[in-house]
């Protein structure tokens, strides 16, 4: 491996740990922590004229209170369709559907629910933790083959340091936003 497969090995592990840190946060966004938010249907997609489309390119997705997330269709002829890609989700919401809008409120969340949510978080923390001891392996393995094949075996070693630090620092973001968002569901 050359100097410059290294750099570029090292730059990919760059990218690919801000990648799964952006995953966590995208991810721990759709949980849901007794507060509606448009978010939490980011993921729903909707059979709009033969394919699959996102929820938010075929109606208006918005909050009218803490409580409650509204969702207007620009055809009135998507309701029953919305109604059942939200069922399909299985995120444990009822849409209300009125002829005009469709109507879901979020109960407030019970104890137990709150943590199996935090359980739920913690998961995805795990995850996100995994991938980038993943990425650090890959990175690590460019490196003893640029040593094996001349790269001097010292400045291995400052790299090696230099992951292994980088690592620390993404761990200690990962267990920030999880203790954020475990904050945030056992707020009352």
Do not use: C
């Not at 059979?47 to 208006?60: A, H």
């Not at 890959?138 to 980088?166: F, L």
């Amino acid at each position: 491996m050359t100097e410059e497969e290294l750099e570029m090995a090292i730059e990919i592990f760059g990218e690919s740990m801000d990648e799964s840190m952006q995953h966590l946060a995208g991810e721990l966004t759709k949980i849901r922590a007794g507060k509606a938010s448009p978010t939490m249907l980011s993921g729903i997609m909707v059979e709009y004229y033969g394919s699959p489309t996102p929820l938010n390119q075929v109606s208006n997705v918005g909050t009218t209170d803490s409580r409650t997330i509204s969702i207007q269709p620009w055809e009135k002829g998507m309701l029953g369709t919305i109604e059942k890609a939200i069922f399909e989700a299985n995120l444990g919401l009822t849409p209300m559907n009125d002829g005009e809008f469709i109507r879901i409120n979020i109960p407030p969340l019970t104890e137990e629910r709150r943590i199996q949510l935090v359980k739920q978080a913690k998961s995805l923390g795990e995850d996100t933790k995994v991938s980038l001891r993943s990425a650090r392996h890959k990175v690590m393995d460019a490196i003893k083959s640029a040593v094996k094949n001349g790269y001097p075996e010292d400045a291995g070693k400052r790299r090696e340091a230099e992951i292994e630090k980088q690592l620390k620092a993404y761990y200690e973001k990962t267990e920030g936003l999880v203790k954020t968002k475990e904050e945030d569901i056992m707020t009352i």
